[in-house]
């Protein structure tokens, strides 16, 4: 089957020269990136990833309320400000312009609020999107791509930031009556999740599975986010490899935990895969293309390794250390990035002697 017709791919020389480029990748078992390998130039990657984020948008309004819009507003806002006063600068002062896809700003504003809860202060939601973009610009500027997640990166030093300085109840990274919860026991666990997940006639683990509000706001709908986020990685050529690891290792992790504690397997399943912070991250955060490995080797294990630190910290009462884990794996991509990589005819033979 082929992709819709709005993603079929457009004669571009831009296309054509990126093809040509990577094609001497290929042969080392690397990946290219997805707007290269799947013909449409990066504009066109974006629109699409913010096309199939609205609809989880739209869910987010639906069980939250519109406070979801006005952190929607103010992140993509925040993001195109920052975005033209950053492309000035560049052009000023560079001489050119290294950053032209402001859709791509737009994408990394819409990550922002969708990684949020709707109870975060839109004052937190505007520093946070400012400080991915600045980030997004500085890493291009000093490194020529991005090491780090700008959106991951932006929510884990700001919130730990204002965590260290004005505590925990205000840090939102933490929250504290998180890390007093019993994780682990099978008692604990569900009183837990019946405190935080149970919505309406749904029990905790539906409630987790179809529909919720103490989560990102990205995740209110485990399925829907699940069905959205494999759609983009067929139309899109996203990363799969990842959300695939990242979330069969939660699930592996879930069922031992449950098999050695005595526990509900599906209740484990339930929280540990379809909480907001995991489904949400797993198709739009973890597949970025430049902070996430290339090759097929590197995102298997990228993924198996964010679902253990993800599972970890969990467990520790850290209910959205997902991104933690994310950006902690962004420093070791160019490690990951090593496995897999075949060697070139030429220097295996010369290996060998």
Known sequence: MKPPAFFIPLPSVE????????????????????????????????????????????LGVAAIGWRVLAHLAIALNTAAAFHFALVFGERRLRGQVLHPSWL?????????ALSLLAVTPYVVTFAITAVALVLKFVQGWIFGRKYLNPAATAKVLLLGLMTAFVGLEKGLMYHPHHLWLDMVSPEGFRGALAWMYAYGPFSPGLSLFLWKTHAWIGGVSGLATLLFGIAACWVLRLKWRIPLAFLGGMAVLAVILAGTTGGDPLLRLAFHVFTGSVIFLAFFMATEPQSTPMTERGQYLFGFLLAVLTFVLQLRGVLGGSVIALVALNFFTPVLDRIGIRRAVGEERRARG
């Open 104 to 112: 791509s700003s737009l994408v990394a504003g819409a990550i922002v």
């Open 15 to 58: 296309v054509e020269s990126e093809r040509r480029i990577m094609a001497k990748s290929i042969g080392a078992g690397l990946e290219p990136g997805p707007h290269i390998h799947a013909g449409f130039t990066k504009d066109r990657l974006m629109l699409g990833t913010l096309l199939f984020m609205a609809p989880l948008a739209a």
